[in-house]
């Protein structure tokens, strides 16, 4: 009878929705600066609506599964219902990272 509540309980929950972690360093330059080029504008974009942002210390536990683990700073990690869906390693420029921005969310399900 328990065993039954608990799987009705836990189908009566909310999917969690997508969102983008990225896995950063305090002292990683390439973190910093996709800080002041990206960070500010990307909690105004569509894209922020659909993967809400935020960080994970490189080496903590993300409390999602990760397709592989993190090595390079800064990674975003596309998430989708406590499952990795695609990554981004490193960062070049804003004009690159909305691009692959464009291709991850493109594989997140129609809504």
């Not at 002292?27 to 974009?45: H, L």
């Amino acid at each position: 009878m328990i065993r039954w509540l608990a799987l009705l309980l836990l189908a009566t929950l909310p999917a969690r929705a997508a969102e983008l972690a990225m896995f950063d360093r305090a002292d990683c330059p390439v973190c910093i600066r996709w800080n002041k080029e990206v960070g500010p504008i990307y909690p105004k974009t569509p894209e922020a609506r659909r993967a809400p942002f935020h960080r994970v210390a490189l080496g903590t536990d993300p409390g999602f599964a990760l397709a592989e683990p993190v090595h390079v700073t800064p990674t975003f990690v596309l998430v989708d219902n406590g499952k990795e869906i695609g990554r981004i390693v490193g960062y070049n420029n804003d004009e690159s990272f909305w691009m692959l921005m464009e291709m991850l969310m493109a594989k997140l399900p129609a809504k």
